[in-house]
């Protein structure tokens, strides 16, 4: 075998453990919490020595980071065309009484809550780091693309009632109303007697959060 050879099959082992460590970090970061977790446990999962994790990695906070950085990553890749396909329809000043407003919404909120529900590890970490958090984020740690998503769905709306509404309030409100249940699935939900993770919850909350911003968005 050609040292060519050789040097690409190393290169693809070395991509692979890479990508097993992750996703093991994934699932341990999820289950315990980055103080709950070692390298040892999450290189036994990945079937992997501790060793090539921080070889790869530097340390578990290195980890960690590449953790985060690729939900992020995943997040943006499944929103970003969510995000185009709900504003590809709207133009400024429609008319908020026909259906182009409540298409866009049930594309935005449908898009972010499909992700959600398939990535709960992106659910359960985000809500870990959020108390583990030591520090003040100083870049995004939100869609880019569903911000935009969501401004561009309220410049369309031409003197809503009330008072204007403010486009950063609107984007927590929206994510706030898709990530708390399903952030909450083992404790209110739970007591609720409801899983929030089964389909019919989510069809169920999709439409009401839909009902909800139209509700809000639409003229009296």
Aim: net charge negative; proline share 5%; with cysteine.
């Amino acid at each position: 075998m050609s040292g060519k050879a050789t040097g690409s099959r190393r290169r693809r082992d070395s991509a692979r453990s890479r990508e097993a460590i992750l996703d093991a970090a994934e699932t341990v970061f999820a289950r315990d919490g980055f103080d709950g977790s070692s390298l040892i446990a999450i290189g036994e999962l990945a079937g992997v020595s501790p060793t090539l994790a921080a070889y790869f990695f530097g340390d578990k906070r290195g980890l960690y980071d590449a953790v985060v950085e690729r939900l992020f990553a995943d997040r943006d890749r499944a929103l970003d065309p969510v995000c185009a396909a709900a504003t590809e329809g709207l133009e400024p000043a429609e008319d908020r009484n026909g259906d182009a407003l409540r298409d866009a919404l049930e594309t935005l909120v449908g898009g972010y809550l499909d992700f959600l529900r398939a990535r709960p590890a992106f659910v359960q970490i985000m809500a870990r780091d959020a108390l583990d958090h030591g520090r003040r984020a100083t870049t995004p740690r939100h869609s880019l693309a569903f911000q935009r998503g969501v401004s561009e769905v309220l410049q369309t709306l031409s003197g809503p009632p009330g008072p204007a509404l403010d486009p950063e309030h609107l984007l927590l409100t929206t994510v706030a109303l898709c990530f708390f249940p399903l952030e909450h699935d083992a404790t209110m939900l739970a007591g609720l007697g409801y899983s929030a993770f089964d389909d019919d919850f989510i069809d169920a909350r999709k439409r009401h959060v839909v009902d909800v911003l139209e509700r809000v968005l639409r003229p009296v």
